[in-house]
T-cell receptor, first 117, second 114 residues
Framework: GAVVSQHPSWVICKSGTSVKIECRSL??????MFWYRQFPKQSLMLMAT?????????EQGVEKDKFLINHASLTLSTLTVTSAHPEDSSFYIC?????????????FGAGTRLSVL | DQQVKQNSPSLSVQEGRISILNCDYTNSMFDYFLWYKKYPAEGPTFLISISSIKDKNEDGRFTVFLNKSAKHLSLHIVPSQPGDSAVYFC?????????????FGTGTRLTIIP
């Protein structure tokens, strides 16, 4: 199956600093990537859809200036949490749209646990 | 507004028996459904999917059933194995509308008892 690599897997930062998370599709090209957030014991909530070469589409309630998304190539999307605060602490997961036969499948990275002190 | 619901937060099944995980949805625009398996602190792993033109899709030990009229789908795992212990999420999308974003259910934690 398709492999999506997400880095770092865990990051601790001080309040007010910015954190960048990378999402790479390793063996396929992904024109579309997605960024999710998961709170403990809850489902994955879509934050934004990232399209290569264009601006990301953010879901309602997600601050685009807070969560900067860049999809500069067909294999890399980055999420930058700017001026992070403790309430931004969460598990962030990316996915990349790939294909399995004729079907479009989202393949997920391993996730990044962000802890803001 | 939870458009995809998994009403059982947890399920325990004896090894070798059948595990049945259920999922209900409310949005009739959804026409493509997927099941993912997730271990703690890891991303979800794709298991199996089904399009609304089908009512059943099978892949090895995993079978997904779709009942469009009831807006209900289920995942059957048989025989269940200890390695199947994980959280299972169903997800739905409406790609025919040009919208490939997934709406996830709240998950069901499956525990296989040896």
């Amino acid at each position: 199956g398709a492999v999506v690599s997400q880095h770092p897997s865990w990051v601790i930062c001080k309040s007010g600093t910015s954190v960048k998370i990378e999402c790479r599709s390793l063996d396929f090209q992904a024109t579309t990537m997605f960024w999710y957030r998961q709170f403990p014991k809850q489902s994955l909530m879509l934050m934004a859809t990232s399209n290569e070469g264009s601006k990301a589409t953010y879901e309602q309630g997600v601050e685009k200036d807070k969560f900067l998304i860049n999809h500069a190539s067909l294999t890399l999307s980055t999420l930058t949490v700017t001026s992070a605060h403790p309430e931004d602490s969460s598990f962030y997961i990316c996915s990349a749209r790939g294909t399995s036969g004729s079907l479009n499948i989202q393949y997920f990275g391993a996730g990044t646990r962000l802890s803001v002190l | 507004d939870q458009q995809v619901k998994q009403n059982s937060p947890s399920l325990s099944v004896q090894e070798g028996r059948i595990s049945i995980l259920n999922c209900d949805y409310t949005n009739s625009m959804f026409d493509y459904f997927l099941w993912y398996k997730k271990y703690p602190a890891e991303g979800p792993t794709f298991l199996i999917s089904i399009s609304s033109i089908k009512d059943k899709n099978e892949d090895g030990r995993f079978t997904v059933f779709l009942n469009k009229s009831a807006k209900h789908l289920s995942l059957h795992i048989v025989p269940s194995q200890p390695g199947d212990s994980a959280v299972y999420f169903c997800a739905a999308s409406a790609p025919w509308l040009g919208n490939e974003k997934l709406t996830f259910g709240t998950g069901t934690r499956l525990t296989i008892i040896p």
